[in-house]
């Protein structure tokens, strides 16, 4: 947006200017300045260089047509102005005086509200860094000024922080100058990172309420056959906006400022348009983009209807019952690996959650825990993992135990209406016989018809049409330039070994969508995607992860 950026070369501007040299200013001007040696102007000064920190931390959520943004900028483009007037900058009052006309001119492009969640973060990072400023601000006027009572170093150390010079008995020349950069420092500091707080872009909505699980739960219950995907709304990191006559609902998560749905809408598709909808609204509420993962073609088709744009991202790999078998060429290899094993007198049981005793759910999470070992719990749009929750009591769960006993593969399975199954957790011992996941899907199969499942969806294969046809005779240089470039990725991804892992089983092959608004926003989208999946991790102190 072009407002942000015009803030943001102002406030450029403005640093530049405070922090240039005295050569070459009049000589009457020169107490007005700060120069290279550390000469101050005192509360001026230090007024301005926060107005243009605000300003530059102020630009991101001008960019997102943030008000209260707006309305933050507007005075701190006012103090610049004003603080920029007693130290003779004029060229810099003029541009901060052109900067505010253009933001009372674009009054009406920032409608977008801030995020609730920002509020609580911000006073955590404020109350923080004013204890970390106050602590470290005592500690130095200690050292500086020991004579100073400690009601009086207080004192002082609060009216620099907000700019003003301390004025304390100091042991040398230089300690009230270096007192106040350091305080003058610290204040600016903490109110710019609390403003950057309150600011920010949501990482976590409002966790799914208990009265709001158990409506998903009804709609899942009437149109829960429709997507595999639709139990994995019951996700608690999620949250949910229904269509005004509350018979279709969206599933999202905000991650950077990008309100991310997974899966088609639940509930009826008549009342799809509705909830997408209510979710755009929302979107446009707080400026946050709109990304999908992971739509089947239908419900790409109902966000297309709304105004976004769709990608084929991949397929799903989905077992129908009614057809699967071992026998044949093509599963030649599958039913060897499934012989072997059980030759191995490895043995799989498939049980309900509510059906099993509470040592057996104990041992259950324990060795699930085990078995993932370091790797990085993942999951967005496939994945539930609460394993022993009882909110989950149709949860199937396959336990495969080598010829001694020792149970070593858990795989669990999420409902999908009334007769399919859809993966959730995948988990086995790296020391097991060599062909033991294709004894447990192919058992888990088997069995499964017993329980009148007819399907279950597998795992999702990412551009699983690319490393089908890109090693083919034929293929174009475009997709096979395509090809090399995800199997380089796969090496740290597993993008070709989880595609190679499905088609073994001769799946039926379910496309799956990416949506999105526009062009630009797509790779916007797509980080969001990978820091949901846990593709992309990033480090964060404890106290600042939660924003519910």
């Not at 005295?22 to 001026?44: D, F, K, Q």
């Not at 209406?417 to 447990?440: A, H, K, Q, Y």
């Amino acid at each position: 947006m072009i407002v942000a950026w015009v803030v943001r070369f102002s406030a450029v501007i403005a640093v530049l200017d405070i922090l240039s040299p005295l050569e070459g200013r009049p000589r009457h001007h020169a107490h007005y300045s700060l120069a290279i040696n550390g000469v101050v102007a005192g509360t001026a000064f230090a007024g301005a260089v926060f107005a243009a920190g605000a300003m530059l931390v102020l630009a991101g959520a001008l960019r997102r047509r943030k008000r209260g943004a707006w309305v933050l900028t507007v005075g701190a483009v006012s103090v610049s102005l004003v603080m920029h007037l007693p130290l003779h900058h004029h060229l810099v009052a003029l541009l901060n005086l052109a900067v505010l006309t253009l933001l009372i001119t674009a009054r009406r492009d920032f409608t977008a509200t801030s995020e609730p969640a920002g509020r609580l973060l911000a006073l955590r990072v404020l109350l923080v860094m004013l204890t970390v400023s106050i602590t470290a601000g005592l500690l130095l006027a200690a050292r500086l000024a020991p004579t100073s009572s400690f009601g009086t170093r207080l004192q002082e150390v609060l009216a620099g922080l907000v700019g003003f010079t301390p004025e304390l008995e100091f042991r040398r020349e230089y300690g009230s100058t270096f007192l106040m950069i350091g305080l003058n420092t610290l204040g600016a500091l903490t109110a710019m990172l609390t403003l950057g707080a309150l600011l920010a872009p949501a990482r976590q909505p409002i966790r799914l309420s208990n009265a709001v699980e158990l409506r998903v739960r009804g709609l899942l219950e009437t149109f829960g056959t429709r997507d595999s995907l639709g139990y994995f709304a019951l996700r608690r990191d999620k949250t949910v906006i229904f269509s005004p006559s509350h018979k279709a609902a969206v599933a999202y998560r905000v991650v950077d400022s990008v309100t991310l749905a997974s899966g088609d809408p639940l509930g009826d598709p008549e009342a799809w348009p509705g909830a997408i909808q209510a979710w755009l609204d929302e979107a446009d509420a707080y400026a946050w983009t709109p990304g999908v993962l992971a739509a089947s073609e239908e419900g790409a088709i109902a966000y297309h209807r709304a105004g976004l744009d769709s990608l084929e991202l991949g397929d799903e790999a989905v077992l129908d019952l009614s057809t699967f078998s071992l026998e044949g060429r093509t599963m030649r290899v599958v039913r060897q690996a499934v012989n072997r094993v059980s030759r191995a007198g490895y043995t799989l049981d498939l049980t309900r959650q509510n059906q099993l005793a509470p040592d057996e759910l104990a041992e259950l999470e324990f060795a699930a825990d085990v078995l993932r070992g370091d790797e990085v719990e993942r999951g967005f749009s496939m994945a539930l993992g609460r394993l022993g929750d009882p909110r989950d009591p149709d949860l199937l769960i396959a336990r495969a135990r080598d010829g001694d006993g020792r149970l070593i593969a858990v795989l669990t399975f999420v409902p999908w209406g009334p007769d399919g199954l859809s993966l959730d957790i995948m988990r086995r011992s790296r020391g097991t016989e060599n062909g033991t996941v294709e004894f447990v899907v192919t058992g888990v199969a088997e069995q499964a018809r017993d329980l009148g499942i007819r399907r279950i969806s597998l795992n999702f294969a990412v551009f699983r049409s690319v490393f089908e046809r890109g090693s083919r005779v034929g293929a174009g240089p475009a997709l096979r330039l395509w090809y090399k470039v995800l199997l380089l990725a796969s090496r740290w991804w597993q993008l070709e070994s989880l595609y190679r892992a499905n088609a073994k089983y001769q799946p039926l092959w379910v496309p799956r969508f990416i949506c999105f608004r526009r062009a630009v926003d797509l790779p916007r989208v797509v980080i969001a995607i990978a820091e949901a999946e846990a593709f992309i991790q990033r480090p964060r102190l404890r106290w600042l992860k939660e924003r519910s």
